[in-house]
């Protein structure tokens, strides 16, 4: 079964990576999407974020990335998915997962929506928390895969500079 682990991922975190390790245990193959959306204003673009996720990823041989646009459900459908993998970290997430789940639905039938809950030690990671702490020259190496880590501090040497 192939499953379908959308997002921004702008940049990816390691409680992606470890949805992603344990997404992959659990599914013949899985397809990290990363949704070109302008309107977010994305500090990386689809292509970097692309080979950050394939560079941590490496080691996974049942996990590939792609970029799409559009609806999830339409991606879903043109790669003979059978399912859209989410993850929650807390309460916060649960109202908005569950809208889009209940539109997913409503356009796609077939297409299920499985959640995974996130690892504790990283359930308070977000991209846009990494992002605020490496802007200020916080250490972010716990948060992210090291070639992430190195992206970010290019960026934000760069900017400040
Ligand atoms: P989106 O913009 O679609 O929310 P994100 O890149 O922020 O995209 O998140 C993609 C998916 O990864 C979402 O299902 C989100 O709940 C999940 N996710 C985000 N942060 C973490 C984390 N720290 N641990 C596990 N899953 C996470």
């Known amino acids: 079964m192939q499953v379908l682990y959308p997002g921004s991922f702008d940049p990816l975190t390691l409680g ?12 013949d193959r899985l397809v990290v999407a990363v949704l070109r959306n302008p309107s977010k204003n994305p500090c990386f673009s689809v292509e970097q974020r692309l080979a950050q996720i394939r560079s ?9 990335a792609a970029g ?16 859209i993998l989410r993850g929650l970290r807390a309460l916060s997430d649960f109202d908005y997962e569950l809208q889009i ?30 992002k605020e702490v490496a802007r200020f020259g916080g250490n972010v190496a716990h948060m992210v895969p090291e070639g992430v880590a190195n992206d970010l ?9």
Do not use: Y
């Not at 459900?73 to 003979?80: G, I």
């Not at 789940?101 to 928390?129: D, G, I, M, Q, R």
């Not at 501090?153 to 500079?161: C, G, K, P, Q």
């Open 153 to 161: 501090s290019r960026l934000f040497n760069r900017t400040s500079s």
């Open 68 to 83: 799409f646009d559009g609806l999830t459900v339409d991606f879903a459908k043109r790669t003979a998915t059978a399912a």
């Open 16 to 27: 992606h990576l470890d949805l992603i390790e344990r997404g992959a245990q659990m599914f």
């Open 101 to 130: 789940a209940h539109t997913n639905k409503s356009l796609a039938p077939e297409l299920e929506t499985l959640f995974l809950a996130t690892a504790t030690s990283h359930s308070f990671l977000s991209s846009s928390v990494v």
């Open 56 to 64: 941590a990823t490496a080691h996974l041989g049942n996990v590939e």
